[in-house]
T-cell receptor
Framework: NAGVTQTPKFRVLKTGQSMTLLCAQDMNHEYMYWYRQDPGMGLRLIHYSVGEGTTAKGEVPDGYNVSRLKKQNFLLGLESAAPSQTSVYFC????????????FGPGTRLTVT | AQSVTQLDSQVPVFEEAPVELRCNYSSSVSVYLFWYVQYPNQGLQLLLKYLSGSTLVKGINGFEAEFNKSQTSFHLRKPSVHISDTAEYFCAVSRTGGYQKVTFGIGTKLQVIP
């Protein structure tokens, strides 16, 4: 099992550019999450999904969109990147009856200049 | 709403010494409590969890934590640390029942000094 994988690992964008981060899990988890991690702020939930075809907003959803067309994939999109979106992005997944026990991917380090 | 406070942002400790990482939480309802560990350049992984029952829970790598309801604390301890324990540790809380958002603390960096 690969667990949770994220693509790409690193990316540099210019302000206004767009990109999509891909998360994939092979554990048949129902729930998936996108977090951002910033120094001194811990992890903040951007969006999450409780099943294929569903998405919901987390704490800091502005400037991001998500889609979950397939159960195993959860995409995070930035339509017009801003320097404030410079961060490390983590995807996670969990079973529906154990949403507290999340399995994390290795992260994507994004820099917006 | 629930919240988590990790009282120390950094904790330096000598190898083979004991360590305690402090965590306090706030919630008006029953909660589950967790400690996650993040090694450099990796994602988080679950270290241990308290769901119910015994207030002393044991996790991986020799770590343990004690749930204290009256003090709303869930401190993480290890009697003797190793260099390989150098990492960032996150306390987290979730309400019980169904899907509940997990709220993470800001993290404590444990630096083990040889």
């Amino acid at each position: 099992n690969a667990g949770v994988t994220q693509t790409p690992k690193f990316r540099v964008l210019k302000t206004g550019q767009s990109m999509t981060l891909l998360c994939a899990q092979d554990m048949n988890h129902e729930y998936m999450y996108w977090y951002r991690q910033d120094p001194g702020m811990g992890l903040r939930l951007i969006h999450y999904s409780v099943g294929e075809g569903t998405t919901a907003k987390g704490e800091v959803p502005d400037g991001y969109n998500v889609s979950r067309l397939k159960k195993q994939n959860f995409l995070l999109g930035l339509e017009s990147a801003a320097p404030s979106q410079t961060s490390v992005y983590f995807c996670a997944s969990s079973y529906s009856d154990r949403s507290y026990e999340q399995y994390f991917g290795p992260g994507t380090r994004l820099t917006v200049t | 709403a629930q919240s988590v406070t990790q009282l120390d942002s950094q904790v330096p400790v000598f190898e083979e010494a004991p360590v305690e990482l402090r965590c306090n939480y706030s919630s008006s309802v029953s909660v589950y409590l967790f400690w996650y560990v993040q090694y450099p350049n990796q994602g988080l992984q679950l270290l241990l969890k308290y769901l119910s029952g015994s207030t002393l829970v044991k996790g991986i790598n020799g770590f343990e934590a004690e749930f204290n309801k009256s003090q709303t604390s869930f401190h993480l301890r290890k009697p003797s640390v190793h260099i390989s324990d150098t990492a960032e540790y996150f306390c987290a809380v979730s309400r019980t029942g169904g899907y509940q958002k997990v709220t993470f603390g800001i993290g404590t960096k444990l630096q083990v000094i040889p």
